[in-house]
């Protein structure tokens, strides 16, 4: 038998394409009772992983095993609620794409993502995309996000994905590392991705005048090889961001500027919605906590009600 290991580097539906440790591409399907232990997942092998595959004559290949994941980000699966879908595996950091306007990113959507991130170690940097279209009012109110996002602990960059100097500004933070784009259709992750690796031609949507919302166009999670080393992972443009197997009480825990309020609440069990002594209320009410990341803390504790999820905010 011919053993070999890999990384998973696309899913398309029912197979996997493997880049094995000595440079072949190989599609692979799953060997048929192999399911993971544990996770509730509409796709049990996921873009990122490491995996263990035995060749067969016809030059295809079955997946076998998959290593230990150092981290993986999950949503909600658009089609069954009670089951989540992997993104992908094994990250070093998320590029979360939002715009203030062209769509419209809400803050809820970006403090979902956050939080999920929180909850699976993954480290996010946030891109403010299509800087050159705002209005002096826009960009305004984008200089107010990035300084409440930058207050909480998150790095913040503005740019333009059709600027020439994306490459330059965005290389010192991509080089050796696997990072994932992510962010709601129609925000540019695709044309950002075209402009930082040459060649690639990702197709890109236009935007629905109608609703000024995207388009869905990536189907399927990808790992892009960055033309300075390290990977870019596009991923489908995203619509909600249902969180899953998180305790009430432990959502303060992944909002860093309320998990830090907290500790001061009179009650150890707090839900910082009505208890007397609550020391996040008055932190929002004294302005050390931003009264949409408050907003978005209360929307994911209401969510533990399943049947309450929203799929578009």
């Known amino acids: 038998m011919n053993e070999m290991h890999g990384l998973v580097i696309k899913n398309t539906g029912s197979w996997y394409t493997v880049k094995t440790d000595d440079g072949r591409t190989i599609e692979c399907k799953i060997k048929g009772n192999f399911r993971l232990r544990g996770i509730r997942s509409t796709n049990p092998v996921a873009v990122g992983d490491r995996v263990d595959i035995i060749l067969n004559a016809e030059g295809t290949a079955f997946?076998?095993?998959?290593?230990?994941?150092?981290?993986?980000?999950?949503?909600?699966?658009?089609?069954?609620?009670k089951q989540s879908h992997i993104?992908?595996?094994?990250?070093?950091?998320?590029?979360?794409?939002?715009t203030v306007n062209y769509p419209?990113?809400?803050?809820?959507?970006?403090?979902r993502f956050l939080a999920s991130a929180e909850a699976y170690r993954v480290p996010v940097i946030l891109i403010f995309n299509k800087t050159d279209i705002l209005s002096?009012?826009?960009?305004?109110?984008?200089?107010?996000?990035?300084?409440?996002?930058?207050?909480?602990?998150?790095?913040c960059v503005a740019l333009s994905a059709v600027d020439d100097s994306v490459g330059e500004i965005l290389r010192p933070m991509l080089e050796g590392k696997i990072t994932l784009f992510s962010g709601n259709s129609g925000v540019g992750k695709s044309t950002l991705l075209n402009s930082l690796i040459p060649g690639l031609n990702l197709r890109t949507a236009a935007i629905s005048e109608a609703h000024n919302t995207g388009m869905h166009t990536t189907t399927f999670s990808e790992m892009l090889p960055l033309p300075y080393g390290g990977w870019a992972i596009d991923t489908?443009?995203?619509?909600?961001?249902?969180?899953?197997?998180?305790?009430?009480?432990?959502?303060?825990?992944?909002?860093?500027?309320?998990?830090?309020f907290s500790k001061d609440c009179r009650f150890r069990n707090c839900t910082h919605t009505h208890e007397p002594g609550c020391a996040v209320r008055k932190a929002v009410e004294d302005?050390?906590?931003?009264?949409?990341?408050?907003?978005?803390?209360i929307s994911m504790l209401e969510d533990k009600d399943e049947s309450k999820y929203r799929e578009a905010f």
Do not use: W
Request: glycine share 6%.
């Open 104 to 111: 419209q990113t809400s803050t809820t959507f970006i403090d």
């Open 236 to 260: 489908p443009g995203i619509k909600g961001f249902g969180t899953f197997d998180m305790e009430p009480e432990e959502i303060c825990g992944y909002f860093k500027e309320i998990f830090k």
């Open 63 to 81: 997946i076998t095993d998959i290593g230990d994941r150092r981290n993986y980000i999950i949503r909600k699966s658009p089609n069954l609620s």
């Open 136 to 155: 002096p009012e826009e960009r305004e109110y984008q200089d107010m996000m990035m300084n409440l996002y930058r207050t909480v602990g998150y790095e």
């Open 87 to 98: 993104i992908a595996a094994n990250v070093d950091q998320a590029f979360l794409v939002v």
């Open 287 to 297: 302005h050390y906590i931003a009264e949409s990341r408050y907003a978005s803390y």
